[in-house]
């Protein structure tokens, strides 16, 4: 069964970092794209980055220079470095597996970060 555990969100002033992380299990992480999504209050979910087998980053406009993904194969975890935060940042952020290999994608439960004075 695929589980996908974020970690690392929390209440943080403007300006502030915060490091999510990712653990996963259940399927062979290494051969999959990973991605974090977020889901703002009473907004959709938007893509927020995604990190290749090759470990190929790309980032939304939104969060473009701010954030960074980056992922251990070894260790089976996918992390998202969040710096200069905004309150346009708050929202709960989603540790995800891309489809492939006749799977589905599949989204974790989330970590909660708040960014606020």
């Known amino acids: 069964e695929v589980q996908l555990v974020e970690s690392g969100g929390g209440l943080v002033q403007p300006g502030g970092s915060l490091r999510l992380s990712c653990a996963a299990s259940?399927?062979?992480?290494?051969?999959?794209?990973m991605k974090w999504v977020r889901q703002a209050p009473g907004k959709g979910l938007e893509w927020v980055s995604s990190i290749s087998v090759g470990a190929v980053t790309s980032y939304s406009d939104s969060v473009k220079g701010r954030f960074t993904i980056s992922r251990d194969n070894a260790k089976n975890m996918l992390y998202l470095q969040l710096n200069s935060l905004t309150t346009e940042d708050t929202a709960m952020y989603y540790c995800?597996?891309?489809?492939?290999?006749?799977?589905?994608?599949?989204r974790g439960q989330g970590t909660q970060v708040t960014v606020s004075s």
């Open positions: 259940g399927f062979t992480f290494a051969i999959y794209t």
């Open positions: 995800t597996k891309g489809a492939g290999y006749g799977t589905n994608e599949v």
